[in-house]
Nanobody, 122 residues
């Protein structure tokens, strides 16, 4: 099982980016999925989470600016980030609780994507 994150880049303050995360391999299903971020010298923090049913919650710092969504059939998740600020600069990681298997879930475990860098210039 692999999670592939993409979509990071350099953007000016007020700009937008869309991050994507695709699960591949023996992925029967995914429950909770989330985006985290880690800025230089800071701890990793939760940015946004989404359940299998599509319920979402966001960190206060991104509420109203970021939108998380998913496509269960395609085993993908994305996050639209608008009105970006310099303090959003960080490496963004996707995370998913994955049921491993083809016809059914043999086991459940948490997987991380490799991280994608978002840089917001002032």
């Amino acid at each position: 099982v692999q999670l592939q994150a993409s979509g990071g880049g350099l953007v000016q303050t007020g700009g937008s980016l869309r991050l994507s995360c695709a699960a591949s391999g023996s992925v029967y299903s995914a429950n909770n999925m989330a985006w985290y971020r880690q800025a230089p010298g800071k701890q990793r923090e939760t940015v946004a989470r989404i359940t299998h049913e599509g319920n979402t919650d966001y960190a206060d710092s991104v509420q109203g600016r970021f939108t998380i969504a998913r496509d269960n059939a395609k085993k993908t998740m994305w996050m639209q980030m608008n009105n970006l600020k310099p303090e959003d600069t960080a490496v963004y990681y996707c995370n998913a609780d994955v049921g491993v298997g083809n016809s059914y879930a043999n086991s459940w475990r948490s997987y991380w994507g490799q991280g994608t860098l978002v840089t917001v210039s002032s």
